[in-house]
C-alpha cells in the first residue's frame, strides 16, 4: 500500500480538471460554428490513426449539463474548458456569433450555480481554416485577429469570467503542427516553422491588455514544458540536451518571464519577426504561469548529420503509458521541472499551476465501470511530485488533470482514453472511473484535514 498522500502540501493547492472545445464538443455544423484547422486535418485520409472525426464525439455541445454535473460531483475549484474560435467567430474575422457565445454563456452560468469557477481557455488549436489559408500563425495578423476575438469573447462573459488561458501549447502547435506536420495545419517546415512562436507570444501579449480591461483577476498562458535528460553523460548528448531544452523550453517562457528570446544560434534557424515593443507586449507580468506536463523527453547527439541537431530516444528504466516509448511515466521529472524554474527564473516567475497532467491507458471501448489503477498510480505519484516541489520551493497554487472525459485525441483519434470519466462514444453515455472516485477523494481530504479512504 502507498504511503499517505501528503496533504500538509497538497492542502495549499486548487484542483481542476480540463477538456477542450474540438475534443469533446462534437456539433461540428452545429448553430453556426465554421471549420478550423483540425476539421481540415480529420478530413485528410491518413492523418488520424483510427480514421475517427471528432464528431459527434463525447457530444459535450449537447450533454454539456452532464459534464457539468460531473465537474461538480469531484468537488472542483475550477473547471478548465475552452472555448472555440471557429463557434464563436467563424472565418476568424467580423462580428460574433450569438448562438456559438450563447453556448458558452449557459455553460459559465451552469458552473457557477454548481459552485465550479469557469477557467476557459480562448485557443486551444482550433484556428479558422480562413486564416490558416491566410498565413496562420506564419502570419502576423493571426495575433491581431485573435485580440479581436478576444475582445467578441470578453464582452459577452467578462461579466461573469475572471480567470483565463490565452493560449494553449504554442509549443506543440510550433513543432508538431508546422515544425513536423503531426498536428494541425500538417506542414512540414522544421526550423522555419519558428515564425509562430513569436506570433502565438504576440496574440498572448496583445490579449492580456482585452482581458484585464474586461475586469479578469487572473491571466497566463499554458506552455507545454518537459524535463529534459540527456541520454548519457556524454558532452555530445548534454549538447544536445540544452538545444533541445532551448526548443521545447525556454523558447516559450524566457519570453514571457524575461522579455527576451534566448540565443537560438544553436539551432541554426532563421530570425524570428520581432518588431518594436513586441516583447514589452509578450513580457506583461502574468498572474500565473501555467505547466501542462506529461512526461520526460531523453534527448541524444544525432547518429548522422542533419537539419535537427539532436535525437529523441526512450527513457530506459521506467514504464510507459498506452501511447508506449513516446511518453515514459517519470514523477520525479516533474519535481525537477518545477524547482528547475523556480531557481532558473527566481522573482521572475509567478506564481505556478499544473494546468494539465494526465495518462491514456488501454480501456475497454463500450459503457461501463472501469478500475483504471494505473492511471490512479500515475495521478498518485505525480501528485506526491508536486507536493515534494512545493516542499522545495517552487510556488504551486493549482492541480489540473487532463482530462474530465475519454475525448478526441487528435490525431491519435479515439485510440487513446486520458478520461477520469469513460465515454462509451457510440452512445455518449458517461461512467466515473475509479480515478474519478480516487480524485474526488483527494480533493475532499486536502479540504478536510482527513485522511484519504
Not at 162 to 169: P, S
Not at 224 to 250: E, G, I, K, Q
Not at 317 to 346: H, K
Amino acid at each position: 500500500m502507498s504511503p499517505a498522500l501528503p496533504l500538509d502540501q497538497l492542502r495549499r493547492l486548487r484542483f481542476s480538471s480540463a477538456t477542450a472545445a474540438f475534443q469533446i464538443e462534437g456539433a461540428r455544423t452545429a448553430d453556426g460554428r465554421g471549420a478550423g484547422i483540425w476539421d481540415r486535418f480529420v478530413d485528410t485520409p491518413g492523418r488520424v490513426v483510427d480514421g475517427a472525426t471528432a464528431d459527434p464525439g463525447a457530444d459535450s455541445y449537447h450533454r454539456w449539463r452532464e459534464d457539468v454535473a460531473l465537474a461538480a460531483g469531484l468537488g472542483l475549484d475550477r473547471y478548465r474548458f475552452s472555448i472555440s474560435w471557429t463557434r464563436v467567430q467563424p472565418g476568424g474575422r467580423g462580428a460574433a456569433n450569438p448562438a456559438g457565445l450563447d453556448y458558452y454563456s449557459r455553460l459559465v452560468d451552469a458552473l457557477l450555480e454548481a459552485g465550479v469557477t469557469p477557467f476557459p481557455t480562448l485557443y486551444h488549436w482550433d484556428l479558422p481554416i480562413e486564416l490558416e489559408d491566410d498565413g496562420g500563425w506564419l502570419s502576423r495578423d493571426t495575433a491581431y485577429r485573435f485580440a479581436e476575438y478576444t475582445a467578441l469573447v470578453t464582452e459577452r462573459l467578462g461579466d461573469r469570467v475572471q480567470h483565463w488561458y490565452t493560449l494553449n501549447e504554442p509549443a506543440m502547435t510550433t513543432l508538431q503542427g508546422y515544425g513536423i506536420g503531426t498536428l494541425a495545419p500538417g506542414k512540414f517546415l522544421l526550423f522555419d516553422a519558428l515564425p509562430t512562436v513569436h506570433h502565438q507570444l504576440l496574440a498572448h501579449g496583445l490579449a492580456v491588455p482585452v482581458l484585464r480591461a474586461a475586469g479578469a483577476a487572473a491571466v497566463g498562458l499554458a506552455n507545454n514544458h518537459t524535463h529534459v535528460l540527456p541520454a548519457t553523460d556524454s558532452a555530445d548528448d548534454a549538447r544536445a540536451a540544452d538545444v533541445y531544452d532551448l526548443l521545447h523550453n525556454r523558447l516559450y517562457a524566457e519570453p514571457i518571464l524575461l522579455g527576451t528570446y534566448p540565443d537560438l544560434s544553436p539551432l541554426g534557424a532563421p530570425d524570428l519577426p520581432i518588431r518594436d515593443c513586441d516583447l514589452d507586449l509578450i513580457s506583461q507580468r502574468p498572474d500565473f504561469y501555467a505547466v501542462n506536463f506529461y512526461n520526460p523527453t531523453t534527448i541524444g547527439a544525432p547518429a548522422a548529420d542533419g537539419p535537427i541537431p539532436f535525437e529523441m530516444l526512450p527513457t530506459p528504466g521506467v514504464p510507459v503509458t498506452g501511447f508506449g516509448e513516446e511518453w515514459p511515466i517519470m514523477p520525479a521529472a516533474l519535481t525537477a521541472l518545477l524547482t528547475g524554474f523556480t531557481r532558473r527564473y527566481g522573482d521572475a516567475l509567478p506564481p505556478l499551476i499544473i494546468s494539465e497532467n494526465g495518462a491514456s491507458f488501454p480501456e475497454p471501448e463500450a459503457a461501463g465501470r472501469v478500475d483504471d489503477a494505473d492511471r490512479i498510480a500515475y495521478l498518485d505519484g505525480h501528485l506526491r511530485a508536486v507536493a515534494t516541489a512545493m516542499a522545495d520551493g517552487a510556488n504551486v497554487e493549482e492541480y489540473t488533470v487532463w482530462s474530465l472525459l475519454d475525448n478526441f485525441e487528435w490525431a491519435d483519434g479515439y485510440t487513446q482514453r486520458f478520461g477520469l470519466t469513460h465515454v462509451d462514444f457510440a452512445t455518449g453515455e458517461r461512467t466515473p472511473k475509479a480515478s474519478y472516485d480516487w480524485y474526488r477523494r483527494v480533493i475532499a481530504a486536502a479540504r478536510e484535514n482527513g485522511n484519504l479512504a
